[in-house]
């Protein structure tokens, strides 16, 4: 078993746990060149300490649907150590995992994603207004479009929603694995787990006792033949909702912008074909994905690609590799947008998962994505001078800013 423990890392020894150093510079600006020099090593490879690493699509989808594939191994090592109360269904397996989501999915429906369309028109026009000359594209599109969409699903009052940019940026950053952070940064995530958690614990006591037509009314009265969320798994969930349903799309919106604005031929047929909006966006999924990662444990001995795996052992999905596994996707490093129009038969990218664990917010991130960046390249936009640079997280790729110059 890997020893994944924070003393276990020092002087580069992350390199030899993942295969990769998730340090290097070189990495945050095109984690894709090194995912393609280990992918010439092998579709699955063990790395010095012992754990499993994928570039395959084929070994990265088959472990993401097969039951035998889950989180929590009996003895098992695991990526990081939450508090058994902290933990969200996204890190469950069945039957938790499927009881909970289950329950959320009650509150959180396409049908109510879809109503929010009007809203986010409505909120990417006001923050384009006015906007021209040099502007920072996360700081005044990426950012404040989703934590609007989901402070106003969720209920939060307009006035702490400043709240959630420090906690949103600790939880996001402890996503990475604990033997990656330093130890303040630990107590950071830990400490923005507890101030949600409370400011929820006292959001939701007044929404039981004072319901509105919002998600938290929803997830605290949400019944499936009497079961129901307890405030722990609440609390748990309206944190997973935050980060997932806010950072993610953050990352998509800049992201696809910056591909975009570095592809200008794509750009313009991005223009020439509002239509294609939403084929347009699940290349820059798969092209420059969000999440790029996810682990999974052997839950018993089993097989994957023919490689026998003993129970509890680790195995790491490069899902930003996978979309750009070559036996799969023809020309994989060429963005090209109308790869999933309609008529093409491309293979479905992995960016939002596969499986029980699939992203649950997804309609509501692709929705956010399509609206934001149809929008925006309306007008005339190019990328200002400057080096671009990335946030420090592993997990979650995402630019720390995004200098564009916007004509009139």
Same mark, same amino acid.
């Given at each position: 078993?890997?020893?994944?423990?924070?003393?276990?890392?020092?002087?580069?020894?992350?390199?030899?746990?993942?295969?990769?150093?998730?340090?290097?510079?070189?990495?945050?600006?095109?984690?894709?060149?090194?995912?393609?020099?280990?992918?010439?090593?092998?579709?699955?490879?063990?790395?010095?300490?012992?754990?499993?690493?994928?570039?395959?699509?084929?070994?990265?989808?088959?472990?993401?649907?097969?039951?035998?594939?889950?989180?929590?191994?009996?003895?098992?090592?695991?990526?990081?150590?939450?508090?058994?109360?902290?933990?969200?269904?996204?890190?469950?397996?069945?039957?938790?995992?499927?009881?909970?989501?289950?329950?959320?999915?009650?509150?959180?429906?396409?049908?109510?994603?879809?109503?929010?369309?009007?809203?986010?028109?409505?909120?990417?026009?006001?923050?384009?207004?006015?906007?021209?000359?040099?502007?920072?594209?996360?700081?005044?599109?990426?950012?404040?479009?989703?934590?609007?969409?989901?402070?106003?699903?969720?209920?939060?009052?307009?006035?702490?929603?400043?709240?959630?940019?420090?906690?949103?940026?600790?939880?996001?950053?402890?996503?990475?694995?604990?033997?990656?952070?330093?130890?303040?940064?630990?107590?950071?995530?830990?400490?923005?787990?507890?101030?949600?958690? +409370?400011?929820?614990?006292? %959001?939701?006591?007044? /929404?039981? *006792? &004072?319901? #509105? @037509?919002?998600?938290?009314?929803?997830?605290? !009265?949400?019944?499936?033949?009497?079961?129901?969320?307890?405030?722990?798994?609440?609390?748990?969930?309206?944190?997973?909702?935050?980060?997932?349903?806010?950072?993610?799309?953050?990352?998509?919106?800049?992201?696809?912008?910056?591909?975009?604005?570095?592809?200008?031929?794509?750009?313009?047929?991005?223009?020439?074909?509002?239509?294609?909006?939403?084929?347009?966006?699940?290349?820059?999924?798969?092209?420059?994905?969000?999440?790029?990662?996810?682990?999974?444990?052997?839950?018993?001995?089993?097989?994957?690609?023919?490689?026998?795996?003993?129970?509890?052992?680790?195995?790491?999905?490069?899902?930003?590799?996978?979309?750009?596994?070559?036996?799969?996707? +023809?020309?994989?490093?060429? %963005?090209?947008?109308? /790869?999933? *129009? &309609?008529? #093409? @038969?491309?293979?479905?990218?992995?960016?939002? !998962?596969?499986?029980?664990?699939?992203?649950?917010?997804?309609?509501?991130?692709?929705?956010?994505?399509?609206?934001?960046?149809?929008?925006?390249?309306?007008?005339?936009?190019?990328?200002?001078?400057?080096?671009?640079?990335?946030?420090?997280?592993?997990?979650?790729?995402?630019?720390?800013?995004?200098?564009?110059?916007?004509?009139?």
């Amino acid at each position: 078993m890997a020893d994944t423990s924070a003393q276990a890392v020092q002087d580069g020894e992350a390199a030899a746990i993942l295969g990769f150093d998730p340090s290097d510079p070189a990495f945050h600006a095109d984690p894709y060149a090194r995912y393609r020099a280990l992918a010439a090593s092998g579709r699955l490879q063990q790395t010095t300490v012992g754990l499993w690493v994928s570039t395959s699509y084929e070994l990265c989808e088959a472990a993401l649907r097969d039951p035998r594939f889950g989180h929590r191994p009996q003895g098992g090592g695991l990526w990081r150590d939450a508090p058994q109360r902290n933990r969200s269904f996204l890190t469950m397996d069945p039957p938790d995992h499927t009881r909970l989501r289950r329950l959320v999915s009650k509150a959180f429906t396409p049908r109510l994603v879809e109503r929010l369309r009007p809203r986010v028109e409505e909120l990417v026009d006001d923050l384009l207004d006015g906007l021209s000359g040099e502007v920072d594209l996360i700081a005044s599109l990426a950012y404040p479009l989703p934590v609007i969409v989901i402070s106003e699903m969720l209920g939060v009052p307009p006035r702490d929603r400043d709240l959630f940019k420090g906690w949103s940026d600790a939880l996001a950053r402890g996503l990475d694995p604990d033997f990656l952070l330093p130890e303040p940064e630990i107590a950071l995530r830990d400490e923005a787990r507890a101030e949600f958690a +409370a400011y929820f614990r006292e %959001l939701a006591a007044q /929404r039981r *006792a &004072e319901p #509105r @037509d919002d998600l938290l009314s929803a997830l605290v !009265g949400v019944s499936d033949g009497g079961d129901v969320l307890s405030e722990e798994e609440l609390l748990a969930t309206c944190v997973l909702l935050l980060v997932a349903g806010h950072e993610t799309t953050v990352n998509l919106i800049g992201n696809g912008a910056l591909a975009l604005l570095r592809h200008p031929e794509q750009l313009a047929l991005f223009r020439e074909r509002p239509g294609n909006v939403a084929a347009a966006v699940e290349e820059l999924l798969r092209y420059d994905p969000p999440v790029q990662l996810t682990l999974r444990a052997a839950l018993e001995d089993v097989e994957l690609g023919g490689t026998p795996l003993e129970g509890g052992r680790l195995v790491l999905l490069l899902t930003g590799a996978a979309n750009r596994d070559p036996s799969v996707f +023809a020309d994989p490093d060429r %963005l090209d947008l109308l /790869r999933y *129009a &309609e008529g #093409r @038969d491309a293979p479905r990218h992995l960016s939002f !998962g596969h499986g029980i664990h699939f992203c649950l917010g997804a309609p509501l991130a692709r929705l956010e994505g399509q609206i934001a960046l149809k929008k925006l390249f309306e007008r005339d936009v190019a990328l200002a001078a400057g080096d671009l640079v990335y946030r420090d997280n592993l997990v979650l790729r995402g630019l720390r800013d995004l200098p564009v110059v916007i004509r009139a």
